[in-house]
């Protein structure tokens, strides 16, 4: 892997650094918190407003998305999922105190925050009952809008408490063990498959009560040795989907515990069962060793990205993704190449496409602290920055009195337009007072940024022999932009290979 700072090619050069793009849209506000603005208004619930947005989670292809929100009610949990970008697409999935489609009496009591949905816009999502005893009222929801169009009369629950575990590992003797009360980070592969993590497991032992299941198969498992030598600890909750897979389940990421032996954790990214990244490795280029695991994600082609932070709250990043080799970002690092402002304390979200596209969101060394945090395209081009203005009401302009404050962590993804979804706060742009969450889709020019490791040199967005002359260039300097294949950190034929088949395939 190499690192983003180390980038010197034609197309650094010839971006410009650290500002964001002219020409623009402003960003397109979703959903808000705004009372009394029509965005505010949450789908299917007859005009109430939301008060909160959590944990924003997409398809594969960004197509879809699903989000639990809290409303100004006093049953107040609800899931809102849809396709588009604007509120009209948005549609009410799950209401706290609304009756399941199980057909046994239950409903809703509390409504996770981890959601998952594939390409075809099939969604799960995990629930508290009421109506159900307190063995058996966790739960993993596909609803009655999906299983209907598969033939399903009722809604299904692929996982719930007190139901039978399979293939787990019991010093004690398998073959008993039921899902315990807790069950989250679900997500839907592509054939409709459900995954899932599985904690507190029953009738097992106290060492081996957490897994990792795609469908009905466990990948990985508390007290077992994985493929690459480390034993799991114990799997541990982040705030996003901390347990996430590729489209067809043939790939996953984990934040896990890889020493039960040790006092404490030593927290690691999993990937396929082998520990790429632990407390205390020294990253290439870091400053220091690594501290802690904050946030890990997969993309549909297992492409896959990691985050944390290091001793002293400096932060990393890593993006191992298909055409573009390793990526390290580090405090410190410059925002853009040749960019003075540089990355501050915090790198708090990041997200990749299958193109081979990414963004960073995080606290710059910016001083005017009303414009210090940033979005990050490819790491050359900032594409959103704090103090943005947005546009509420639909006209193209940001003429509301609404700007951007801040950024959600986590919660941020690529559709298939090539522009960026998110979550942010946002503050009024004439005293700075506050006005809540918003989801937003934030405009990427086509053309202002490459549109593959492939495009070195402009005009970006199309691949011409300037963009192989590019390549031949860094290759020739030893540069990053050329080295695309293992073994990262040298150039040699397979750098040459890699980048043919990127060319040839063409801008998305």
């Known amino acids: 892997m190499t690192r983003t700072t180390a980038l010197s090619s034609a197309a650094a050069i010839a971006i410009a650094a650290g500002t964001a793009f002219a020409g623009v849209a402003p960003p397109r506000v979703i959903f808000s918190e705004i009372a009394g603005d029509p965005t505010a208004l949450c789908p299917g619930t007859g005009g109430i ?36 970008t604007d509120g009209a697409s948005g549609v009410l999935a799950a209401w706290e105190a609304m009756p399941t489609g199980l057909n046994d009496g239950t409903s809703h009591n509390f409504l996770d925050s981890s959601c998952g949905i594939n390409d075809s816009g099939f ?19 596909i609803p009655l809008v999906v299983e209907e169009s598969r033939g399903v009369a009722t809604e299904s629950a692929p996982f719930r408490e007190g139901d039978p575990a399979p293939g787990l590992v019991d010093p004690g003797g398998a073959g008993d063990e039921i899902y315990g009360n807790s069950l989250n980070s679900p997500s839907v592969l592509n054939d409709g498959t459900v995954c899932v993590k599985a904690d507190s497991i029953g009738n097992i032992a106290s060492s081996h009560q957490s897994a990792c299941y795609v469908g009905p198969v466990p990948v990985a498992q508390e007290g077992v040795t994985g ?7 114990g799997f541990i ?26 006092i404490g954790t030593i927290e690691a990214v999993v990937v396929n069962d082998d520990a790429v990244i632990a407390d205390g490795d020294l990253l290439p280029g870091a400053p220091d060793v690594v501290d802690a695991v904050f946030g890990v994600r997969m993309t549909g082609s297992g492409d896959w990205m990691a985050r944390g932070d290091m001793p002293g709250d400096d932060d990393w990043a890593v993006f191992n993704l298909t055409g573009r080799g390793g990526l390290y970002i580090y405090t410190g690092d410059p925002i853009t190449p040749g960019n003075e402002e540089t990355w501050g304390a915090s790198i708090a979200g990041i ?5 081979g596209n990414y963004i960073i969101t995080g606290a710059t060394s910016e001083t005017d602290g009303n414009l210090d945090s940033v979005i990050v395209m490819n790491g050359e081009t900032v594409i959103s920055r704090e103090g943005d203005g947005v546009d509420l009401d ?18 941020l993804a690529f559709n298939p337009d090539g522009d960026v979804i998110a979550f942010v706060t946002l503050r009024q742009t004439s005293d700075g007072a506050a006005l809540g969450d918003a ?25 011409n022999f300037d963009d192989v002359i590019a390549f031949l260039v860094a290759f020739g300097n030893m540069d990053a932009a050329a080295d695309l294949a293992e073994p990262f950190g040298q150039w040699n034929f397979d750098d040459v290979i890699a980048f043919l088949v990127v060319f040839g395939a063409g801008c998305p």
């Open 49 to 84: 407003n939301f008060t909160a947005l959590l944990e924003l989670h997409t398809s594969f292809d960004g197509a879809w998305w699903i989000f639990k929100g809290f409303i100004d009610n006093a049953e107040n949990d609800v899931i809102v999922y849809g396709n588009g």
């Open 123 to 141: 969604y799960a999502y995990g629930s508290r009952l009421d109506g159900a005893t307190s063995t058996t009222d966790e739960i993993i929801l």
């Open 227 to 233: 493929a690459g030598g480390e034993t799991y600890g």
């Open 237 to 262: 909750g982040l705030s996003g989907n901390y347990f996430d897979t590729n489209a067809d389940g043939t790939a996953w990421i984990v934040e896990g515990d890889i020493d039960p032996a040790v």
């Open 351 to 355: 997200n990749a496409d299958d193109n």
């Open 394 to 411: 639909g006209n193209g302009v940001a003429d509301d009195d609404a700007e951007i404050a801040a950024y959600s962590p986590n919660d």
């Open 439 to 463: 989801f937003i889709v934030i405009h990427v020019e086509p053309g202002s940024t490459p549109c593959s490791a492939a495009d070195l040199a402009e005009p970006f967005g199309q691949l």
